[in-house]
């Protein structure tokens, strides 16, 4: 069964710590990989990620893929109270499909 | 402005009594999906549409239906609503790219309640 597993569910940190998260997926015919940031509405777009390796950076948020052992991690530096949100990853696979983990929701305390 | 817009946003329902959700994209993309959302379980998909008159099931569309007649527009219709189908819905839109899906678009969300 296709699956995309994100881990941890929760995680509290305080502003200024750096964070990791991840993203762990089973599919067949892998074509993307995704995160998105979702604030209290909808989710907004972070990175997309095709190849193994390359990290795609975006401030103080960073992102990699390795689809040798199937799964991404999403760096965040130097939190901040307004990176609380709940981050999800999608996959993409065969060619129209999409799935998304459960989440991780981030709070940052001051 | 590009956007995704849903209406209603808010909606509180008894069991039984149809109901549609309206969805619009100014973007032109030929790919249109509903999600629900649900504490714990993430976004799962219910149907997706990849072009005018090309509609498909996702992995949860029991309850549902949808249609999508103009390339801008994608309905989710529930029949006959059931207090299980009580969530947070979203509709997103998306281009294909040379990798399949690119980024999805989502709307603001309704928050269905079903009585």
């Known amino acids: 069964e296709d699956k995309v597993v994100q881990s941890p569910l929760s995680l509290v940190v305080h502003e200024g710590d750096t964070v990791t998260l991840n993203c762990s997926y089973e599919?067949?015919?892998?074509?993307?990989l995704l995160w998105y940031k979702q604030e209290k509405k909808a989710p907004t777009f972070l990175f997309m990620l095709t190849s193994s390796g390359i990290e795609k950076k975006s401030g103080r948020l960073s992102s990699i893929l390795d689809k040798k052992e199937l799964f991404s991690i999403l760096n965040i530096t130097a939190t901040q109270t307004g990176d609380s949100a709940v981050y999800l990853c999608?996959?993409?696979?065969?060619?129209?499909?999409?799935?998304f983990g459960a989440g991780t929701r981030l709070t940052v305390k001051p | 402005e590009a956007q995704v817009t849903q209406n209603p946003r808010y909606l509180i329902t008894v069991t039984g009594k149809k109901l549609t959700v309206t969805c619009s994209q100014n973007m032109n993309h030929e790919y249109m999906s509903w999600y629900r959302q649900d504490p714990g379980l993430g976004l799962r998909q219910i149907y997706y549409?990849?072009?005018?008159?090309?509609?498909d099931k996702g992995d949860v569309p029991e309850g549902y239906k949808v249609s999508r007649k103009e390339k801008r527009n994608f309905p989710l219709i529930l029949e006959s609503p059931s207090p299980n189908q009580t969530s947070l819905y979203f509709c997103?839109?998306?281009?294909?790219?040379?990798?399949?899906?690119?980024?999805?678009?989502f709307g603001p969300g309704t928050r269905l309640t079903v009585l």
């Open positions: 599919v067949t015919n892998f074509r993307s």
């Open positions: 997103a839109s998306s281009l294909f790219g040379g990798k399949g899906l690119k980024e999805q678009f």
């Open positions: 549409s990849m072009n005018v008159e090309v509609t």
């Open positions: 999608a996959v993409g696979y065969n060619n129209n499909d999409m799935r």
